[in-house]
DNA sequence: TCGAATTTGTGCGTATGTATC
DNA sequence: GGATACATACGCACAAATTCG
């Protein structure tokens, strides 16, 4: 490779790429062959590999064996959003409010049982490992499609020999945290969300209908009240059809 | 490769796996190299290369071109904490200060051009496709490691012909979006982020200390003023080292 | 049902360029 | 400069899966 140059088969899955983005390749279309490629190109064969190896991981395209190498939906993703902050009602703002808190729109699964803290989660609701809580896993759909999975995690110290004690009574998902604690006077006032992303588990992916490794979005959620946190959990969405949306003040 | 067995490049990756997360080969330590894996494993110099591959993919190793493969420190991933919600100074919070805005030490190089606006910028910056703005690519390290790119966008109808036209110049080069814009009498009061994760596509992964297809972060930030865009951005950081923390209030 | 052609995936041997020590 | 190591590249072979006549 000359100097300066990028190396043949980053050049070749760049053409490729650009004509999967411009709409030349167009989705479930296939690739040229691996013997295409090298002739079209003037490459050899292990440059051939090589560039669609590059698309492979970088999610534009997925080989089937005996049958070619297809292009894969890239599915517009949709907003979750995330914020307590809301401008006042009336006031002119630039987001599009009609799509809502589409997380909690639709319907959830869930089950609940009391485990004890793990020393994870006894870090995040600043408890002593050991010490009960209960955990309550939650499958949540829109439109009959799965959407987001969520693992929750509440001290009984908190909501124990309560009629809070069980989630799945009331609304759902943050808000139905928020109301749950009011009931219990205790006063939820602010909220972090941790995100961070990885390629997701064969059991999420299969629960969430995908395959393993595909990317998910994982958000660390703990509410707080007076300081101290009253309910973790883990949410688990699945990357290529969701997005997180923040809507924050500044100063 | 007779049947129910696993190729032969997945085998050797596997024992060299095993020894990284067993503590055989710590963190910083060289792997064997891609010869005297292929004399002790008795396999073929492809194979050899496959498997570093395949552990270089996983994140695992890294290669260093003429000097070896090295087992990277998988680090408990960093924040970045992004909010603009801070609890008054001296009360008591949960929440760790001392990482601090960890996104803006540290080191960055920048290069700004003018642009015209595509259909995607226009609309997030509610101008016209084809108006003049100026694009500005950021690389931002950590102690020297590659952390996040970044891409921004400014309507030239904004900053054309003022001191603050070019981000990175002029007396308040490199102070951000918010105290740029007060310069301008222009007062930045939200901002939105929108989140999302992908494969990181090769030229972005090459330039974080990557290889194709490692899960990225990306957030879509638009700042606004008085409800109109004044600067968005598309910032890039690898999943794998860094979450992103939000601090929101309830209600 | 069979078989031929195609395609991906895996594997091998070799060569060359370039970075590091 | 020389030795070592990674990265790229070429050409080939074969198995498994798929497609299609």
Redesign the interface.
């Known amino acids: 490779m000359p100097f300066g140059e990028q190396p043949a088969y980053?050049r070749v899955?760049d053409d490729l790429?650009r004509k999967i983005l411009d709409g030349t390749l167009p989705p479930h279309t296939r690739l040229p062959s691996q013997a295409r490629i090298r002739t079209e190109y003037g490459v050899s064969d292990t440059v051939a590999l090589e560039a669609r190896k590059?698309l492979?991981?970088?999610?534009f395209v997925e080989g089937r064996s005996g049958s070619g190498t297809y292009v894969r939906e890239r599915p517009e993703?949709r907003?979750i959003i995330?914020?307590?902050?809301h401008p006042a009602a009336g006031q002119?703002?630039?987001?599009r409010q009609e799509q809502g808190d589409e997380g909690f729109k639709g319907t959830w699964e869930s089950s609940s049982v009391q485990a004890t803290a793990t020393p994870r989660i006894a870090e995040r609701l600043?408890i002593q490992p050991g010490d009960r809580v209960m955990r309550t896993n939650y499958l949540f759909r829109t439109e009959g499609e799965p959407m987001m999975l969520s693992t929750s995690w509440e001290p009984l110290a908190v909501t124990g020999r309560t009629p809070a004690m069980l989630p799945e009574e009331g609304p759902v998902g943050g808000q139905g945290v928020?109301q749950r604690m009011a009931a219990l006077d205790v006063v939820?006032?602010?909220?972090?969300?941790?995100?961070?992303?990885?390629?997701g588990l064969a059991e999420e992916t299969s629960l969430l209908g995908g395959v393993p490794g595909h990317?998910?979005?994982e958000i660390q959620r703990t509410?707080?009240a007076s300081?101290?946190?009253v309910e973790t959990a883990d949410l688990v969405v699945p990357?290529?059809r969701?997005?997180?949306?923040?809507?924050?003040?500044?100063?």
Chains 1, 2 share one sequence.
């Open positions: 980053l899955a790429r590059v492979m991981a970088e999610g993703p907003r995330r914020t307590g902050y002119s703002t630039p987001f600043r928020v939820v006032d602010h909220v972090t969300e941790d995100v961070g992303a990885r390629p990317v998910v979005i509410y707080y300081g101290l946190p990357a290529d969701y997005r997180v949306a923040y809507h924050l003040p500044v100063k």
